[in-house]
C-alpha cells in the first residue's frame, strides 16, 4: 500500500469511529481496509504514469484515486474517474480533473443490494504535434457487491 493511500484509509478509518487498537490490528494483519469492507484498489503503471484506482462500499459506495507519478512530463493532461453499476456508467462522475499528483477526492453513491459497482480511470493527454486529448492508461477498481 503506497503512503498516500495508506495515510488515507487511516484517516477514513478514523473518521468512521474506528479504535487505535482496531487500526493497528488490520495494519499488523497487512490488509487493506479497502478489501476488508468490499472492493479495493488496484494500481496500474505505463510510461511512466502510476495511477491507483479504488472502490469501497461501507455504508455507500466510493470511489477515488490516487495519481502517484506522471508520465510526460510537461504535456497537458487531464484525468477522470467514475462509477459504474452493474456494468452501466452512472452519473457519478469526477468530472475532468488536472493531473495533479497526490488522492483526488471521493465520488459517493447509494449502494443497492447484490449490486457491484467498481471505478474506472481514464487518464489523457495532448501528444506532441497534435491538438486532441489521447488515453495513456484506464483501468478498474476491485469489484464491490
Known amino acids: 500500500m503506497n503512503s498516500l493511500r495508506g495515510r ?3 484517516l477514513r478509518a478514523l473518521a468512521g469511529g474506528v479504535t487505535a487498537a482496531a487500526i493497528s490490528a488490520v495494519l499488523v494483519a497487512g490488509a487493506p481496509a479497502a478489501t476488508a469492507a468490499g472492493g479495493g484498489c488496484n494500481d496500474y503503471i505505463h510510461s511512466g504514469w502510476n495511477v491507483g ?6 455504508v455507500q459506495v466510493s470511489g477515488d484515486i490516487y495519481l502517484n507519478s ?3 512530463p510537461g504535456r ?7 462509477m459504474y453499476e452493474g456494468g452501466v456508467v452512472t452519473t ?3 468530472g475532468w480533473r488536472a ?5 483526488h477526492p471521493q465520488i459517493h453513491r447509494a449502494k443497492l443490494p447484490g449490486v457491484r459497482y467498481w471505478t474506472r480511470v ?4 495532448i501528444h506532441s504535434g497534435e491538438s486532441t486529448y489521447q488515453t495513456v492508461l484506464s483501468g478498474n477498481s476491485k469489484v464491490t457487491t
Open 76 to 82: 497537458p493532461c487531464r484525468v477522470r474517474y467514475r
Open 70 to 72: 506522471r508520465g510526460n
Open 122 to 125: 481514464e487518464v489523457q493527454v
Open 53 to 58: 484506482v479504488c472502490s469501497s462500499d461501507r
Open 92 to 94: 457519478t462522475s469526477s
Open 99 to 103: 493531473c495533479t499528483l497526490g488522492h
Open 8 to 10: 488515507a484509509v487511516l
